[in-house]
């Protein structure tokens, strides 16, 4: 059994789109949805952040280059909704501004502050897991600790 959820889907995105400005993360222009929401599970094993089947770097046309080139095209995947693409590219931006500071903190401080493993962490950097509350907090501090964010 499946259910829709697209008030919570556009709230995520609302939350990620603020984040991302407050970070200095530029989203520039923001296509309308189609009205077509991926179904989500149901299962309660899954958080409900991790209910998306498709990871953030398949929202672009080149996943390896996923948190390393804003030039790179975002792209809606065949079985794709249009606020995951939303989400996958406030994170694909946020990576890039963290991979762009001179000053990098350590996974293992971050990581170790905020309670999650270094791979998740690093995951979530590649693209190949959804940032879910606690990492976007810890991403938005490593960029607030870098003076990004006033």
Request: proline fraction near 7%.
């Amino acid at each position: 059994m499946t259910r829709f959820e697209p008030h919570h889907d556009l709230v995520v995105v609302c939350q990620m789109d603020v984040i991302a400005h407050a970070a200095g993360v530029e989203m520039g222009p923001i296509a309308r949805p189609s009205g077509r929401l991926t179904p989500a599970p149901t299962s309660s094993r899954r958080r409900v952040l991790d209910r998306r089947w498709l990871l953030p770097r398949d929202y672009l046309a080149d996943p390896a280059r996923f948190g390393r080139d804003l030039t790179v095209r975002p792209v809606l995947p065949p079985d794709g909704d249009w606020v995951s693409m939303q989400v996958a590219l406030v994170q694909h931006r946020l990576v890039f501004a963290i991979r762009s500071r001179p000053d990098r903190r350590s996974a293992a401080t971050v990581t170790k502050t905020f309670k999650f493993s270094k791979q998740f962490w690093s995951k979530c950097g590649l693209g190949d897991a959804w940032m879910g509350e606690t990492v976007l907090a810890a991403a938005v501090t490593v960029l607030l600790d870098a003076g990004h964010i006033h």
